[in-house]
Structure formats: structure tokens, C-alpha cells
Nanobody, 123 residues
Framework: QVQLVESGGGEVQAGGSLRLSCVAS????????MGWFRQAPGKEREFVSAINRNGGSTYYPRSVKGRFTISRDNAKNTVYLQMNSLEIGDTAIYYCAAAKGIQAMGTMRVDYWGQGTQVTVSS
């Protein structure tokens, strides 16, 4: 059983930056594709980014590409999400996720979820 714990959320002004972290315990995160999703009030959970097991490939939807960067440190069982040029529309709860593969991650067939961390972008 893998536990995922996110940190780094908070409130920031539009145009600012935040870095989220997700630490995995109870298992080896390098066995999984890691990713981030977000859910805004009244909206469905949506995919934000993913990174393959060795960190060599990353994936983003058009809405965040060029602004967000996912990375991982397998020695620390940690995955990061650097978020730059934040927009009010980025306000959401951000969830860390672990899945068996990229297709599974993209279709939200996730094996483990974190509890989420709130990101609020203000004007």
C-alpha cells in the first residue's frame, strides 16, 4: 500500500509561482508512473501532468503546457510540480497520483491518490 502526501499548496497572486511536492511511502514510487490532477469547485477532476518511471518523459494538457513542469527524484520517492505564471483558473485542489502506466494515468485509472493540497490564485 502506497501513501502519497502532498505539500506546497497555498495562496499566490496571478503571475506568481508555487512548487508542489508529493512524497510516497509504503512502497517504491519508481515502480509507478506519477502524476498530478486538479479539481476546482463544481468541476470534474482533470489531468494536469504525468511523468514516466525514470523521469525521461513528461505529459501535459494544453492548458498548463509551458507553465507547469513535473519532475521526480526516485531516490527521495518524491515528485514535484513547478507551477509558473499562475492564473486564476488554476485555482483548485491538486492531487498527486500513482498509476501503472501512462494510459492508465491519462484515463484516471489510478492506483493511489494523495489527499490533495489547495492552490488558490488571486487577482
Amino acid at each position: 500500500q502506497v501513501q502519497l502526501v502532498e505539500s506546497g499548496g497555498g495562496e499566490v497572486q496571478a503571475g506568481g509561482s508555487l512548487r508542489l511536492s508529493c512524497v510516497a511511502s509504503g512502497g517504491t514510487s519508481s515502480n509507478y508512473v506519477m502524476g498530478w490532477f486538479r479539481q476546482a469547485p463544481g468541476k470534474e477532476r482533470e489531468f494536469v501532468s504525468a511523468i514516466n518511471r525514470n523521469g525521461g518523459s513528461t505529459y501535459y494538457p494544453r492548458s498548463v503546457k509551458g507553465r507547469f513542469t513535473i519532475s521526480r527524484d526516485n531516490a527521495k520517492n518524491t515528485v514535484y510540480l513547478q507551477m509558473n505564471s499562475l492564473e486564476i483558473g488554476d485555482t483548485a485542489i491538486y492531487y498527486c497520483a500513482a498509476a501503472k502506466g501512462i494510459q492508465a494515468m491519462g484515463t484516471m485509472r489510478v492506483d493511489y491518490w494523495g489527499q490533495g493540497t489547495q492552490v488558490t490564485v488571486s487577482s
